[in-house]
Nanobody, 116 residues
Framework: QVQLVESGGGMVQPGGSLRLACTASGFAFGIYGMSWYRRAPGKERELVAD????????NYADSVKGRFTISRDDARSTVYLQMNNLKPEDTAVYLC?????????WGQGTQVTVSS
């Protein structure tokens, strides 16, 4: 059974940091590209960051460049999103996404709220 389980969300003040984790099971994690998306109230789902299989390349949305870092640990079947200098506009549900050609899986999401 395929599972993507996100963790690490919560509430933080502006300027704070959070580290999200997404642990996968039920598929060959190492060959999949992994991404983090977010969905804010009233907005379209947005690609935040993605990383290739083997951790070869990472890409970021302009809105998070220099603040967020995506990484992966294939031995733990886990992808991370380190989020620094968080802003209120980063408030959203963050979702983990795995993709390999036409195969794709989504996690349920974890809520991140940035508020003073």
């Amino acid at each position: 059974q395929v599972q993507l389980v996100e963790s690490g969300g919560g509430m933080v003040q502006p300027g704070g940091s959070l580290r999200l984790a997404c642990t996968a099971s039920g598929f060959a994690f190492g060959i999949y590209g992994m991404s983090w998306y977010r969905r804010a109230p009233g907005k379209e789902r947005e690609l935040v960051a993605d990383i290739g299989s083997g951790g070869g390349s990472a890409n970021y949305a302009d809105s998070v460049k220099g603040r967020f870092t995506i990484s992966r640990d294939d031995a733990r079947s886990t992808v991370y999103l380190q989020m620094n200098n968080l802003k209120p506009e980063d408030t959203a549900v963050y979702l983990c996404y795995a993709h390999y050609y036409r195969l794709e899986y989504w996690g349920q999401g974890t809520q991140v709220t940035v508020s003073s």
